[in-house]
């Protein structure tokens, strides 16, 4: 009895916090979005909270830059670091940042936005700044990669083994349920 | 481990394309060990099965289906992996959705489908003895 009591409450406590996993993680919105997916229009704000596809990134078309040819890859590049090495613009620098540029550091700073696949041939560490191991380029890094340091945030895999968790307690009620009326209209007919 | 997968939880984006790499192609081998099984079931569903039976087949189905999306979009969007030689078409936009929405979905029948085989994972564990007769 004490068991059947515990094992009760402890459905419905999954069931509860799969509902509010649910509804935290805007669960049915991000399942159902593919199929309100229109790539016609263009990429605008946030793309649901927690989501770690692109975000107010207006890059839908644009080719990745790995498959750019290596011409017009290094003319950006260059474009890029000409505009450092302009006078006008290097003395309107703090000291900080000239030093870092006139050190060699113009890549460094600029990882934030540089393609990982070029980070990875200029740089081999990542200039005290956290690895970029996940979600989107330049991502602040809240929920994306190392997490103030740490490899491992589990907060999230709560929610979604929660979502998990609750569907299965829910089927198995449900089958049992099924069962005990088939045992009852077996019984009334026998 | 599927819940591990999420690329903010554990070791990142590099861990989750690579252990997500590995699970698809066992995943695909699992089936392909096990396609004679699978033909007999499709068999029976379309000639005389129980109701439990059908109702199992067509969540095994999706699943399938849900499973082979996941793989597919985390191929076309890979960045630490490079498969760009597969050529795929689409904007980057579209499969990352793809990816989102299917594993979403697939979470949510790997649930249900757990909670259909509750019972035989209990027998198999010997949580439940098997009644006889």
């Not at chain 1, 505009?83 to 900080?96: C, H, Q, Y």
């Not at chain 1, 030093?99 to 990882?111: A, D, F, M, T, V």
């Not at chain 2, 099984?37 to 129980?50: D, S």
Request: charged share 20%; aromatic share 12%.
């Amino acid at each position: 009895m004490v068991k059947k009591v515990f094992l009760l409450m402890l459905s419905a406590a999954i069931i509860v916090s799969g509902y509010l996993a649910f509804n935290r993680l805007n669960y049915w919105e991000r399942s159902i979005r593919i199929v309100k997916f229109d790539s016609s229009q263009p990429v605008n704000g946030r793309m649901g909270r927690g989501g770690f596809e692109a975000r107010g990134e207006a890059r839908v078309d644009r080719p990745d830059f790995r498959q750019l040819p290596d011409s017009i890859r290094q003319r950006v590049e260059n474009r890029e670091r000409r505009g450092f090495k302009r006078p006008e613009i290097r003395n309107a620098l703090p000291d900080s940042v000239r030093n870092s540029l006139s050190e060699g550091g113009e890549l460094r700073s600029r990882n934030l936005n540089m393609p990982d696949s070029l980070r990875r041939e200029f740089r081999n560490d990542n200039g005290g700044r956290p690895g970029f191991e996940a979600g989107i380029r330049g991502g602040s890094g809240h929920g994306r990669g190392n997490i103030n340091g740490q490899k491992i945030s589990l907060g999230n895999v709560w929610w979604f083994l929660a979502v998990f968790a609750s569907f299965t307690v829910i089927v198995i009620y449900i089958d049992k349920l099924i069962c005990f009326i088939r045992k009852r209209k077996r019984i009334s007919v026998s | 481990m599927l819940l591990l997968m999420d690329p903010r939880s554990f070791y990142g984006l590099g861990f989750h394309e690579w252990a997500g790499l590995i699970i698809g192609i066992f995943f695909i081998l699992h089936k392909i060990l096990n396609w004679g099984w699978i033909k007999k079931v499709t068999i029976t569903f379309f000639g005389r099965a129980p109701g439990r039976a059908r109702l199992n087949y067509v969540i095994d189905i999706i699943l399938l289906a849900g499973m082979l999306l996941m793989i597919i979009s985390g191929i076309a969007i890979a960045r630490t992996i490079d498969f760009s030689w597969l050529g795929f078409e689409g904007s980057s936009m579209f499969w990352r959705v793809m990816h989102t929405s299917s594993s979403f979905i697939t979470l949510v029948l790997f649930g249900i489908h757990l909670g259909l085989h509750w019972k035989w994972v209990l027998q198999r564990f010997n949580f439940k003895k098997v009644s006889n007769g």
